[in-house]
Each structure stands twice: as structure tokens, then as C-alpha cells.
């Protein structure tokens, strides 16, 4: 049966975006990212008839790989990571147009040969094509690559036509202020900021798109969404996996660079900005970079708006795992965090006084991505119960993910002869409404990009006011060591800290 008629509300969403002839060009075409997400979202794009006509793919890297060896690599990266199973016919017109052009990062002659590569795509088309760089690779290369791409006119060929260049930029997004803002100088050395697309893969989640579909087309929630109604924001985005295998990566980064300042600031960003005036990628990042900019600096030190913690060994899913220092490549003397907890405070008319609690771990009870929005008591004597007042705080909680949905606490009457409250929740479930085989977070963001729309990308300025938020705090860790590093057993929902951030306001995190 098709899907649509299984889920009807699936008709009637146009599934066209005219994109212009086009070729990708990924950098760090034999990484990671690219086999688990980006050759995955390629293929699924091309299974949605979403790929422009003339479209090309050309894998970039060190090594030297034949043509028919990428695509190989390609089609068992489609295998082993896509949302589809592989068809033989989608992935033979995406792979007909698939080439590999080998050469270093900071080898001038090697962007030209890349260069001369997309020249001849187009002697053959007899037309122009847009060229979108992705650059996939560790950010040890992100400034040659850069350069390069500006020293071979790739940077800048087409500018200011419909077709000009564009180049993805993927996380990490600098690692401080100062290096964000060097990335920053370097980008705009070579492209205008329209020509660039900072990737936050959270963005690109339909639930998280959701979240302004929620806000913006119901009328029921505008009139509440501020200090008089709701009481706090918590933002949970826990994880069940450890360091797993990269520890190398993850002691130069730990939670706050690898979730916290960019993920969860988005999902904050998001939450609590005003409505734009459109949907246009600058109106929509306007809104953000101005609550962000609202954000108070953070209290550090004991007592403070942050926790840090690393997990200790526990159990997990009912098994035995490691504590995060004895995990394989990582320093058994490491003052990374595997977690950490902060409270925001926004500081304008909407939300002053409303903590923003948001978190972030590893090795957690499992994996959950949650907005939630708890609504003030209601007040009363009406429903006491023996004296006692326990009414439940309504809440609404956006499930980014597993389970996707949308749920809301309220109380209810038990039924009988007296009257007596419980707490209910009413639950929109995605899965059930429109099926699960919704597209992966990179397939809207490459699309996106190929069609120019920058709303679901970070703009520069965004990344740097979130840098100036959480750069206060890497240095003042840095300069504590281990100080002031809590542990929490591994398949727990964090340390004692942690809820004694949210105990002094009376308030307590949930367990999503
Ligand atoms: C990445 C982080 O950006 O996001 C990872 O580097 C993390 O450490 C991942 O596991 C989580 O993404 P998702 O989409 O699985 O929630």
C-alpha cells in the first residue's frame, strides 16, 4: 500500500523543489559522516524525485580512489545506512554521475584540477552548474580548504547569479569565540555570508521544524508562551551511547562543544524567540541572534548556573559499562565532561524570571531529545485533598526524538462518586498520524542548500553570540581542572549537582 494512502495526511504536501542543475563536491569523501549520512541523503533525495535532472556527485579526498571504487564505497555506505534499502535503478542514475578527484587539502594545484573537473561536467551539459562545496573533513582543514576554494575562482565563480557557489560548513564551528570568529574572518575572506551554510544537523529534524509549525499556527499557545503562564523550560537531550570510538575527537571537545553550544542552543533559540515576520531564512535568524543576545552571562563557580560531570561505571540497558576514564583513548586523569547541566536566563519582556534549564549526556537511561514547557500551578483550594494542594503543573513536551511527538499533561477528574484529580496525558504521536519513514535531518538541509534557502543553517553572527555565552565557562573549567567535576554512574539521569541547580527554584527535572 502506498504511504500515502496508509497515512492520508501525507497527500497533498508537494513533494516538488525545483533545484538548479547542480554538483556536490564532499570533502572527506571517505569519512564517516559522509558514508552514515551524506551518500544516504544523496540516494534518498534521488528516490524523491528531489534531485535536480542534471545533478553530479564528486567525492574529494587524500587518497587516490577510482571512480568506480567510490561508487562501490558509495552504494555499501547506501546499504548499510539508509532509511531505504538500496534500488538498483534510483542508485544507478545517481551513480552514473558520480566521480571521484583525488588531492590535498592545501594543494592549490589539486583545487584546480577539481576545478577543471567541474569545467569539463559542464563542457559535456552544454550549461552552467552550481557547485556546493560540503566540507565534511576535521576542522584542522576547514582554513586550506577555504583558501583553496577561493584561490581557484570556485569560491567565486557565478557570484550573485542564481547559481553562484556555496559552500556547507559542518560542526565544529570553531571551538571558542576567538577561533569561531577566525573561522568566521576566513569564511567571509573567500564567500558572502549568503553563500555560506553552517550546518546544525538539529535543525534539520522534522520535529524540530515542528516545534515552529507548533508555535506559530495554533493560536492556543501564543497568548501563553511567556513569564505570567509558564513557570520553566527544560531541554533534555540525552544520549544511551558512551565515547564510544572517538575519543580522540570527543576529550578536545566534551559535552558543551559537542551538544550543549550548538544542538541544545538551537533547540533553546527556537523555543523561545519572538515570530518572525516570515519564514525567510533572515527573518527567522534575526529572531534567534536577538533572544540569544538577551541571554544573561552565566554565574560561574560553586553555586553557579553550571554543572559538569563524567560518567562513572553502571549499567546500561541492564548491561555493565565502563566509567568514561577508563574508556579505551581516553586519559584516566581527562577533565572532560560527559555532561553537563546550565541554567539560562533570558532577560526581555517574554521571559524574565523563566529558567531555561537545558542538559546534555552520555551514558544516560536512554536517548531522548525533549522541549519541555512547564506551565505554572494552577492556583486553588478548589481540588485540595485532605488539605493537601498536589495539583500537577500542566506540561507540554516536544519529543524530538525517539517516538516523535507532542504530548500535554493535564489534570483530570478520576471517575467516581468523588471528586478526585489525576494527572492525564493527551499524546500526538508522529508515527501514528503519518507513518515513520520521514526523511533524515541531512536530506532537508542538502536540499536546502541546493535551492538557496539558508532558515534552517546558522548565520555567523548566531554562532558567535552562542560562543560568547559558553566561552566563559570552557575557560573557567580549564582553569579548575578536575575542580568541581561531578560523577555520575553511568545509565543515571546525571549528579547531585544537577538537581540541586533546579532545587534551589523549587523545581525538579523530569525523566523523560
Ligand atoms: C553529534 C555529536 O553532533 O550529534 C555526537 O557530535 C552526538 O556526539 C550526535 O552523538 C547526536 O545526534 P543525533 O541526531 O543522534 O541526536
Known sequence: MAE????????????????????????GASGDLTARKLIPAVYNLGFDNLLPADFFLVGYGRKPIPDEEFRTMAASAIREFSRRELDPAVWARVAAHASYVSGGYDEKAAFDKLAAHIAGIEKTLGRDVQSLFYISTPPSVFEPILKNLGASGLAGKYLGQPHQSKVIIEKPFGRDLES???LNSTLRSVFAERQVYRIDHYLGKET????????????????????????????????????????????????????????????LALTAMEPPVSLDAEAVRDEKVKVLKAIQPLVLGPGGDVVRAQYGPGLVAGKPVPGYLQEAGINPQSATESYASIRFSINNWRWQGVPFYLRSGKRMPHRVTEIAIQFKRPPGTLFAEGGRFDLAANTLSFQIQPDEGLSLILNGKIPGLETRTQPVKMNFRYATT????????????????????????????????????YTPVLDYWRSQGRNGLESYPAGSWGPPGADALLGKSGHSWRKP
Open 434 to 469: 503519518f507513518g515513520s519513514n520521514t526523511p533524515e535531518a541531512y536530506e532537508r538541509l542538502v536540499l536546502d542548500a541546493m535551492i538557496d534557502d539558508g532558515t534552517l543553517f546558522i548565520r555567523g553572527d548566531e554562532a558567535e553570540t552562542s560562543w560568547g555565552l
Open 180 to 182: 569561531a570568529r577566525q
Open 208 to 267: 524540530v521544524q515542528d516545534l515552529l509549525v507548533q508555535r506559530f499556527a495554533n493560536a492556543i499557545f501564543e497568548p501563553l508562551w511567556n513569564r505570567n503562564f509558564i513557570e520553566s523550560v527544560q531541554i533534555t537531550v540525552a544520549e544511551e551511547v558512551g565515547v564510544g570510538s572517538r575519543a580522540g575527537y570527543y576529550e578536545q571537545s566534551g559535552c558543551l562543544r559537542d551538544m550543549l553550544q550548538n544542538h541544545t542552543m538551537q533547540l
Open 4 to 27: 500515502t494512502e496508509r497515512h492520508p495526511f501525507l497527500k497533498g504536501l508537494s513533494k516538488h523543489r525545483g533545484a538548479p542543475p547542480t554538483v556536490i563536491v564532499i570533502f
